[in-house]
């Protein structure tokens, strides 16, 4: 099965803080997401990519940038944090388009005071 | 752009009860794929079945539920409810086209707690 590690599991910041949050996929995927779980909203697409240096817009972009260093690493940041962004992120990656499934990692809580 | 419904947030019933999980879709695309993904109590959401094919039902792990692009609908279904049911389950759409990958829109999502 698809191996998406995210990192950190939970964290903490202060508004106006700086947060960048990691995920790492060990299957040769070449699609990558970034979403955002919230009660009543589901979970929304921030940024995704399709390949290494690759970056595109999703739903939900602003306040958000992303950068894919590789095939394997796609990184979410946070350069001023503000308390709307507490949320549960979802880091994913698929093979190809369409039809195929989606691999989720296991979440980064992110609480932003 | 695209966009998916789910009617009922909470969805309460009794276990051996028949369930079913409503979703309706919109989208330009007139070659959808439609996914139910389910996500268990501090678990990561995870595909339960999906299809991309009209009027053709898809089953797996007890749950089935067809497409039907005539109502844009895609409702999960299943005979008997079981207690390991309960979960989070997010009805979602994805169509091919500009290296979207499967670019999927969720639902808002539908939690389902099946008690004895």
């Known amino acids: 099965e698809a191996a998406v590690t995210q990192s950190p599991r939970n964290k903490v910041t202060v508004t106006g803080g700086n947060v960048t949050l990691s995920c790492r996929q060990t299957n040769s995927h070449n699609y990558m997401y970034w979403y955002r779980q919230d009660t009543g909203h589901g979970l929304r697409l921030i940024h995704y990519s399709y390949g290494a240096g690759n970056l595109q817009i999703g739903d939900v972009p602003d306040g958000y940038k992303a950068t894919r260093t590789t095939q394997e690493d796609f990184f979410l940041l946070l350069e001023l944090a503000s308390p709307s962004q507490t949320s549960l992120y979802f880091c994913?990656?698929?093979?190809?388009?369409?039809?195929?499934?989606?691999?989720f990692g296991k979440g980064t809580r992110l609480t932003v005071v | 752009g695209d966009s998916v419904t789910q009617t009922e947030g909470l969805v309460t019933l009794t276990e051996g009860l028949p369930v079913m999980l409503n979703c309706t879709y919109q989208?330009?695309?007139?070659?959808?794929?439609l996914f139910w993904y389910v996500q268990h109590l501090n678990e990561s959401p995870r595909l339960l079945l999906k299809?991309?094919?009209?009027?053709k039902r898809t089953e797996h792990q007890g749950f089935h539920a067809t497409l039907h692009k005539s109502s844009s609908s895609f409702h999960l279904q299943k005979s008997s409810a079981q207690l390991s049911d309960s979960a989070l389950y997010y009805c979602?759409?994805?169509?091919?086209?500009?290296?979207?990958?499967?670019?999927?829109?969720f639902g808002g999502g539908t939690r389902l707690t099946v008690r004895p």
């Open positions: 989208t330009i695309y007139s070659n959808p794929f």
């Open positions: 979602a759409l994805s169509d091919r086209h500009n290296n979207a990958g499967a670019k999927l829109t």
């Open positions: 994913a990656s698929s093979d190809r388009e369409g039809d195929t499934e989606v691999f």
């Open positions: 299809s991309f094919t009209d009027n």
